[in-house]
């Protein structure tokens, strides 16, 4: 009976610290991140998502986007992202505190989208790229398929929406 106590207690404790070192010990470090100045007095970033975003995130999760897409630009020694224009500054923590779900990604056989709302200038060449030369075709109508369906709409919503360009108290931009 002792040594059941003994294997209960250390299969409690190999559960246990796992869990506190990964979950709790994260929560304490940014659980509390928030929105924050660029400058003294001035608006806060990230911004508030538009309801119509976060309705096209759902899009994006339904459509396996994230499967060919990232949205982390990776510091100048980590990567080439900077240099290939995915970001102006590496993404941190702060920058995905006000998004409910955090679509990262681990494979990048596209472009990196951290940055892409400011990179999307017009929203008919958002629409262009969600159709991917045919493969996304299906979220539009008409025959020069030039009708974007609600998901097509709410899709590009989110996408213009994904922006990284503003000074973070950790990632300042460079002046
Ligand atoms: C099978 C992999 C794959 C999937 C799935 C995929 N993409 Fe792409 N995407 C790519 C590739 C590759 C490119 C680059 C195409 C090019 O430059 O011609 C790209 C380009 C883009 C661009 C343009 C990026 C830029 O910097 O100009 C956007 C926006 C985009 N994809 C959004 C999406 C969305 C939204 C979805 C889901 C509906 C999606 N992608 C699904 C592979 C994928």
Redesign the pocket.
Known sequence: MKNLNTLLAGVFLAVALPFGALVISSQVQLGSLGRAPAEEGGPLFPSREPGLAIQGRA??VS???V???TQQVRPAGQGSDIARG?GVRPSVARDYSQQKQVLLGDRR???D?AN?GV??KELAA?HE??K??G??EF?YAGDKKQVASERAIA?AAY?QSLRQDYSSPEAKLKQ
């Open positions: 899009v994006y459509l396996g986007c499967s060919c897409h995915y056989l596209g472009p989208l892409y990179r999307a958002v790229a969600i991917h030369q493969a996304f979220l899709l996408l």
